[in-house]
């Protein structure tokens, strides 16, 4: 994006109908880290990318605890999601008060959805420059919705956002089918692997990713450092065993091509040929 007449102002429009500001606020969510969010029958899963600013320093938080039955994972400034999660918590704890029962997830959901479309119409204010997932469980079940500096937001059956989440997505795409009567674990499983889809380098260690779990008659919990570490053990074995099979079809596949090439040169019938065709085609390609 460039510098242009219309972008010096959150409220003035560029004759094709844009507010260049918001769109500056978005392409902010695109360059945090990327943080996933997958929802079953029973349980919301989010997992986020921990980043350090260098090798000295800590991971920052990504992840945060609204309520015992709600939470968020954050994409692009920190500052900005530290300011919208303690709005939230805020109005948890008034709903509660008030009607003595927690806050249904949408309704909150679009409380900030609104708070973020007035900074769209404030010439002295600015868009918040970050995207949340918001995952909870309540009397209507377990709701991921996520917002948008614009002020949209729409609810998912998964969804990744943050940098390179296009790579997260098509994991959650190919999969989604299975998530509705999928195991807590396993879907602990699909947000670790769609996360580790998002690296471009390195590879994804207790240090540096969040899982979080909420559902029916389990409260919102994180699980950082030692205890994510089963879950990636479990992951970095299921990789390995992946590769290990993708080698393997290579090979088979390469040995049925040179045997069907040889067998086209040489006097076998065509049944031979298309009994060893078959065979090629039976075995799978490698994804």
């Not at 989010?46 to 954050?74: C, E, P, V, W």
Request: glycine letters at 6%; charged letters at 20%; hydrophobic letters at 40%.
């Amino acid at each position: 994006m460039f510098r242009n007449q219309y972008d010096t102002d959150v409220t003035t429009w560029s004759p094709q109908g844009r507010l260049f500001q918001v769109e500056y606020a978005m392409e902010a969510v695109k360059q945090g880290s990327c943080a996933v969010g997958l929802v079953s029958n029973t349980h919301v899963v989010l997992a986020t990318l921990k980043r350090a600013q260098n090798d000295l320093s800590s991971y920052q938080r990504k992840m945060f605890k609204i309520d015992d039955h709600m939470g968020i994972a954050i994409a692009g400034l920190t500052a900005d999601g530290r300011v919208l999660c303690k709005y939230m918590r805020n109005e948890c704890i008034n709903h509660r008060f008030v009607y003595e029962a927690p806050m249904p997830v949408g309704r909150l959901v679009r409380q900030v959805a609104d708070k973020h479309q007035v900074c769209t119409q404030r010439s002295w204010k600015r868009p918040f420059g970050v995207g949340l997932l918001v995952g909870g469980y309540d009397r209507t079940g377990p709701h991921l919705y996520n917002t948008c500096p614009s002020g949209n937001y729409y609810e998912y059956k998964a969804m990744a956002i943050g940098a390179r989440s296009q790579a997260a997505k098509t994991y959650l795409e190919k999969h989604f089918e299975t998530f509705p009567g999928a195991a807590v674990d396993d879907m602990v499983q699909h947000g670790l692997r769609a996360l580790a889809a998002t690296l471009s380098e390195g590879e994804l260690t207790k240090a540096n990713c969040s899982v979080a779990i909420v559902g029916k008659n389990a409260p919102y919990v994180v699980l950082d450092d030692d205890d994510v570490e089963p879950y990636l053990q479990v992951l970095w074995r299921v990789l390995r065993e992946l590769q290990i099979l993708h080698v393997q079809l290579f090979f088979v596949r390469s040995i049925c091509w040179w045997v069907c090439k040889c067998m086209s040169g040489s006097c076998c019938n065509r049944a031979q040929q298309r009994s060893m065709h078959r065979v090629m085609a039976a075995v799978p390609h490698m994804p």
